[in-house]
């Protein structure tokens, strides 16, 4: 079955670049489904960012979208997330997830704690 | 503020049922049947278990059941046990402009 595993660095400066890489294994990432991000700040809920298609379509969370670049890099069967500018408010637990159907995140990975701190 | 309304908690006891509502607009609940709701207990990822307003996917309890009534939908545990004790969060498309909201999310108590 499909598995999911974010990797990339946990601590991140305030002003910087967010990077994150979400391997894909058991599946392809060619398969008909799209490929997601989802954050969690600490304590609150849970906020949709965005999702890919192997194709390299992309749709973005309007309130992030400025700050947000989502990527597929199909040799290597994974997907990335950049998010510019950060400040502590994007502090997270940054999950991604794969989409079945449109709002429906079927597959998730364990979750990558991202602090912005100086 | 989430774009879709959840009460922040809800109890109940082993065996009774609870519902949680999920309150949207016309222009993401109301419009589509593309709901889904997410169990997630601490410091784990969410689980989907409930996708298009009412199906439940393979290995998920037959205990779970969703409902959508105008621009609210609802998630139903009947029989509660002590494993349901968990955050629980809905989920709805919203149109090709803002594409996906999730509720605040509501924790369920099991007393």
């Known amino acids: 079955q499909v598995q999911l595993q ?3 660095p946990g601590l991140v400066k305030p002003s910087g ?3 994150l890489t979400c391997a894909v294994s058991g599946g392809s990432i060619s398969s008909s489904n799209w490929w997601s991000w989802v954050r969690q700040p600490p304590g609150k809920g849970l906020e949709w960012i965005g999702e890919i298609y192997h194709s390299g379509s992309t749709n ?4 992030l979208k400025s700050r947000v670049t989502i990527s597929v890099d199909k040799s290597k069967n994974q ?3 950049k998010l510019s500018s950060v400040t502590a408010a994007d502090t997270a637990v940054y999950y991604c997830a794969r989409t079945d159907i449109v709002a429906t995140l079927d597959v998730w990975g364990k979750g990558t704690t991202v602090t912005v701190s100086s | 503020q989430s774009a879709l309304t959840q009460p922040a908690s809800v109890s109940g006891s082993p ?3 609870i519902t949680i509502s999920c309150t949207g607009t016309s222009s993401d609940v109301g419009s589509y049947n593309l709901v889904s709701w997410y169990q997630q207990h601490p410091g784990k990822a969410p689980k989907l278990m409930i996708y298009e307003v009412s199906k439940r996917p393979s290995g998920v309890s037959n205990r779970f059941s969703g409902s959508k009534s ?3 939908a ?3 545990i009947s029989g509660l046990q002590a494993e349901d004790e968990a955050d629980y969060y809905c989920c709805s498309y919203a149109g090709s402009s ?3 909201v999730f509720g605040g999310g509501t924790k369920l108590t099991v007393l």
């Open chain 1, 6 to 8: 974010e990797s990339g």
């Open chain 1, 17 to 19: 670049t967010l990077s």
């Open chain 1, 60 to 63: 973005y969370n309007p309130s």
């Open chain 1, 79 to 81: 997907f990335s997330l």
């Open chain 2, 15 to 17: 065996g009774q049922s």
């Open chain 2, 70 to 72: 105008g621009n609210t």
């Open chain 2, 74 to 76: 609802s998630l139903t």
């Open chain 2, 98 to 100: 803002t594409y996906v």
